[in-house]
């Protein structure tokens, strides 16, 4: 069944051109995906560095926007940074990133693309229907490989039992396994351009070529 995601009003009040790009699909996780890392090193690491050269990290398209929207939202962005950019400054910084399996591995190809945050998650572990809001006073979860998070005043995914996620880092209760047999990817839009559609489109067939995904479904929420 597709997840029902909507925006919190009062998210939309701070940040008028927040939208969410949505793909549900059908998986097999696997480890690597060889040509798709041999695409990422040759082609994508390259345009990130060209990216870093000409506008530098904080000014590159979507980024800069999503680091206004965290100063809307009442969050430091250098440091609470969006997911993109903690990704583009470890290759700006010639550390690469880590290999984790074919999902999780494309979420961050979409991401130091597009400069915007992707979040995948595990359709098992969360409930049919999905907020993107603002993250409360006090809340916290335990992030994936990290001790727990602050996730306060930061943009946050939740269903009723809690947050999940966030454009920043997510929870570990929907991490990409190799069990997860269905997958909910989201890229976090912060943007009045284009690039979402983009994104959206070049996403899909990223998650279809290099990490198997079938029957997918694809939408925009506003």
């Given at each position: 069944m597709r997840k029902n995601l909507v925006i919190d009003s009062g998210m939309k009040e701070l940040w008028r051109a927040v939208r969410v790009g949505c793909l549900q699909y059908?998986?097999?996780?696997?480890?690597?995906?060889?040509?798709?890392?041999k695409y990422m090193k040759k082609d994508i690491f390259r345009k990130v560095k060209d990216d870093i050269f000409d506008h530098g990290v904080n000014e590159i398209p979507n980024i800069k926007e999503s680091r206004a929207a965290y100063k809307a939202f009442g969050k430091d962005p250098s440091r609470y940074r969006v997911s993109s950019e903690a990704l583009i400054r470890r290759i700006g910084q010639g550390k690469g990133l880590y290999e984790v399996n074919t999902v999780v591995d494309v979420n961050n190809l979409i991401s130091v693309e597009f400069g915007f945050s992707v979040g995948s998650y595990d359709t098992a572990h969360i409930e049919n229907d999905l907020v993107f809001r603002i993250g409360c006073e006090g809340e916290t979860y335990k992030g994936i490989g990290k001790d727990e998070i602050q996730i306060s005043c930061l943009p946050v995914l939740a269903d009723a039992k809690g947050a999940?996620?966030?454009?920043?880092?997510?929870?570990?209760?929907?991490?990409?396994t190799k069990d997860a047999e269905e997958v909910l990817t989201l890229i976090y839009s912060f943007s009045e351009n284009k690039d979402l559609e983009r994104a959206l489109d070049r996403g899909k067939k990223?998650?279809?070529?290099?990490?198997?995904?079938?029957?997918t479904e694809s939408w925009i929420v506003e």
């Amino acid at each position: 069944m597709r997840k029902n995601l909507v925006i919190d009003s009062g998210m939309k009040e701070l940040w008028r051109a927040v939208r969410v790009g949505c793909l549900q699909y059908k998986v097999s996780v696997g480890e690597k995906n060889d040509e798709m890392w041999k695409y990422m090193k040759k082609d994508i690491f390259r345009k990130v560095k060209d990216d870093i050269f000409d506008h530098g990290v904080n000014e590159i398209p979507n980024i800069k926007e999503s680091r206004a929207a965290y100063k809307a939202f009442g969050k430091d962005p250098s440091r609470y940074r969006v997911s993109s950019e903690a990704l583009i400054r470890r290759i700006g910084q010639g550390k690469g990133l880590y290999e984790v399996n074919t999902v999780v591995d494309v979420n961050n190809l979409i991401s130091v693309e597009f400069g915007f945050s992707v979040g995948s998650y595990d359709t098992a572990h969360i409930e049919n229907d999905l907020v993107f809001r603002i993250g409360c006073e006090g809340e916290t979860y335990k992030g994936i490989g990290k001790d727990e998070i602050q996730i306060s005043c930061l943009p946050v995914l939740a269903d009723a039992k809690g947050a999940i996620g966030s454009s920043t880092s997510d929870s570990e209760r929907a991490m990409i396994t190799k069990d997860a047999e269905e997958v909910l990817t989201l890229i976090y839009s912060f943007s009045e351009n284009k690039d979402l559609e983009r994104a959206l489109d070049r996403g899909k067939k990223y998650l279809e070529k290099y990490a198997g995904a079938r029957e997918t479904e694809s939408w925009i929420v506003e």
